[in-house]
Nanobody, 123 residues
Framework: QVQLVESGGGLVQAGDSLRLSCAAS????????MGWFRQAPGKEREFVAA????????YYGDFVKGRFIISRDYAQNTAYLQMNSLKPDDTATYYC????????????????WGQGTQVTVSS
């Protein structure tokens, strides 16, 4: 019953920055965390980042290496992903998800998903 809407993707050059937004509505009162995954054509879905909704604790995929920052606006039920120093390998569709209970940082643990926003990074 939770609806998620991602925005902020686009076409950028290597080294540029983007800020993705994920606005949640519906039954968010019982959500444990919000997170970001990405998937490129022909590749598996990859964990990017997640944030505990109540505490703000942050978790990142190994590839991030300090380039990305996840944050949340608690009052507006919105999560953000600030992406800096973008590389062509970051090209993918980025999906926002909501985890109702603590089941681990993997795609199957998330109960609701947005439609995705496309990020394309050129050389």
């Amino acid at each position: 019953q939770v609806q998620l809407v991602e925005s902020g993707g686009g076409l950028v050059q290597a080294g540029d920055s983007l800020r993705l937004s994920c606005a949640a509505s519906g039954r968010t009162f019982n959500s444990y965390a919000m997170g970001w995954f990405r998937q490129a054509p022909g590749k598996e879905r990859e964990f990017v980042a997640a944030i505990r909704w109540s505490t703000g604790s942050k978790y990142y995929g190994d590839f991030v290496k300090g380039r990305f920052i996840i944050s949340r606006d608690y009052a507006q039920n919105t999560a953000y992903l600030q992406m800096n120093s973008l590389k062509p390998d970051d090209t993918a569709t980025y999906y926002c998800g909501v985890m109702k209970t603590n089941k681990g940082w993997r795609g199957s643990s998330f109960d609701y998903w947005g439609q995705g926003t496309q990020v394309t990074v050129s050389s």
